[in-house]
């Protein structure tokens, strides 16, 4: 009786981990991962997030429009797991001090500027805010519109003499965040 059991409970979590397994595969297909990186000047740094797409959605405006993320709340720049941000340099984030190491990077979207932060839970699954207890630094950096609506969410690095940006682009919206290298 006690191995009938034992072999049902086994048989039953290993198609847990496959169903699991199987989902989590599925959501990549709708917003597949990529990694962007930054290696010159003295810079190491390197972004891994997932690319969701616009796909007709009002994608960042007040809640009550029905916005995809809607502003003054929670947004882990991206879909799936946390986006990460690793930096192997100590940096200025908009002039405020970031030591080394991996982070979930997030943002709090508003319609004239963003919230960025830099949080040490960094391996992290879903929507779900991080607690802000664990935030190492946070910044704000101002929204451009754009003329053209740009239909998957992009990260990039923008070099420019001694700063390097970090660009978010989706729909017709433009984020840049100035990193300069810091204190060693």
Not at 77 to 95: H, K, P, Q, R, S
Not at 96 to 107: D, N, V
Not at 120 to 135: M, Y
Request: proline letters at 5%.
């Amino acid at each position: 009786m006690k191995k009938k059991l034992l072999i049902g409970t086994g048989v039953v979590i290993i198609l847990l981990t496959g169903v699991l397994f199987y989902l989590r595969s599925a959501t990549k297909k709708h917003s597949p991962t990529t990694t962007v990186a930054y290696t010159q000047n003295g810079f190491n740094l390197n972004i891994m997030y997932c690319q969701p797409f616009k796909k007709g959605r009002v994608i960042f405006g007040p809640k009550e429009t029905g916005a995809l993320q809607a502003y003054g709340e929670y947004w882990r720049m991206g879909a799936n797991e946390a986006t990460t941000f690793n930096t192997e340099t100590a940096l200025l984030v908009n002039g405020k001090e970031l030591p080394a190491g991996k982070y979930a990077i997030y943002a709090i979207p508003d319609e004239t500027a963003w919230t960025i932060a830099f949080n040490t839970e960094n391996n992290r699954w879903g929507a779900t805010a991080p607690d802000e207890k664990n935030d190492v630094l946070r910044v704000q950096v101002p929204v451009t519109e754009t003329n053209t609506a740009a239909e998957q969410f992009n990260i990039s690095f923008e070099p420019d003499s001694m700063v390097v940006y970090t660009s978010l682009v989706w729909d017709n919206v433009s984020v840049k965040i100035p990193l300069e290298l810091g204190k060693k």
